[in-house]
């Protein structure tokens, strides 16, 4: 009955607790004013058989009405229409540099090291909601999967599809893979543009510098976060292909330029992390996460509705009757 309905004074609800004293009241009184006529016999007297006397305490009952009435209107019962208008500001431009190369399939990260980034990311991709993101895939050479994009089914769909192909060149181009992401970044016009930067491996291939390419998104005001991807010691690691096309195994050093990544990083005015299982690489991404925010203005409209008017009036309406019924029908009997 009351959902949606806040009381503004609620203090005076106590004086509820005034009724049932007004109803002890109103029996001590009446017993009272009742006189008692004991009699041998009434064969001598007319009878009647009206209900109205019986029927008087419903004057008592419409009184207390008419007060439980005036107390929540005093209350001052009103409802709330809240109305929120939420306005991004201006959002974040995003770029997920992802290396593609045949070490990420290693088996230290469930099922692999490429798998799991596939996951995270897109977690990550989905509580962007107001970004645009874009995704970069390097081996030894590089290239956009797609440009940034406030899309991001097509991103998500895009991610999905990463694959190790022998169709990029083998080796790992950092400077390659920062550089392409730094151009699909360098004409944004956002707030804030981000760089992710994933590699397992050290800087092999390429024709541009790492440094290089660092210089570039200083220039175009782009931070860069690095994550270093392997765990610490050895891994199982693809060493060849046999001749039915699938990769064999062996256990090989994980090797990550953690110098150069933190390099990256520092330079940018970014941060370098190290992912050496799925959950640490989870909790980083949930980091980035949390370290650059989108600003988001949210405007709250309240239409106030008050609600007391109509138990002042059914109060009144109440009181007038139980005066009319006093004075009209109930006169004889009071």
């Known amino acids: 009955m009351f959902e949606g309905i806040e009381f503004i004074n609620k203090e005076y609800f106590w004086l509820f607790l005034l009724l049932p004293l007004a109803v002890l009241w109103y029996v ?15 064969k001598g007297f007319k009878t009647s058989n009206s209900v109205l006397p019986k029927l008087k305490h419903v004057l008592f009952v419409l009184r207390l009405l008419v007060l439980a009435l005036i107390i929540t209107a005093l209350a001052r019962p009103r409802t709330v229409d809240v109305t929120t208008k939420t306005k991004t500001t201006r959002g974040i431009d995003i770029v997920i540099a992802i290396d593609v190369s045949a070490s990420m399939l290693a088996k230290d ?5 490429l798998e799991a980034l596939k996951v995270v990311a897109a977690q990550f991709i989905k509580e962007r909601t107001n970004d645009r993101i874009g995704l970069v895939e390097y081996a030894g ?38 550089a392409t992401s730094v151009n699909r970044l360098k004409d944004s016009q956002a707030k804030s543009k981000i760089i992710i ?8 291939s390429g ?56 390099e990256i990083a520092d330079v940018t005015g970014g941060k370098y992390f190290r992912a050496t299982d799925n959950k640490k690489l989870a909790e980083i991404y949930e980091e980035i996460n949390k370290l650059e925010k989108t600003d988001i203005e949210e405007f709250k409209y309240y239409n106030y509705q008050e609600k007391f008017r109509p138990l002042v009036m ?21």
């Open 28 to 42: 001590f009184k009446y017993n009272k004013q009742t006189a008692e006529l004991r009699m041998s016999s009434l």
């Open 109 to 113: 990260f469930k099922p692999n090291r």
């Open 207 to 262: 024709f541009i510098e790492p440094r290089t390419a660092s210089e570039l998104a200083v220039e175009f005001g782009i931070k860069t976060y690095t994550i270093g991807i392997g765990t610490n010691g050895m891994a199982l690691t693809p060493m060849a292909i046999l001749p039915n096309g699938e990769f064999q195994y062996g256990r090989a050093q994980v090797e990550i330029d953690e110098v150069l990544l933190q």
């Open 141 to 178: 050479e590089s290239y956009t999967k797609t440009p940034i994009t406030s899309d991001k089914a097509l991103v998500l769909r895009a991610l999905d599809d990463i694959k190790y192909s022998t169709i990029i060149e083998g080796g790992t181009a950092i400077g390659m893979g920062l």
């Open 314 to 334: 059914l109060a009144g309406i109440l009181l007038l009757f139980e005066l009319l019924l006093r004075f009209t029908i109930f006169r004889s009997f009071i």
């Open 197 to 204: 930067l994933l590699t397992d491996g050290v800087n092999n």
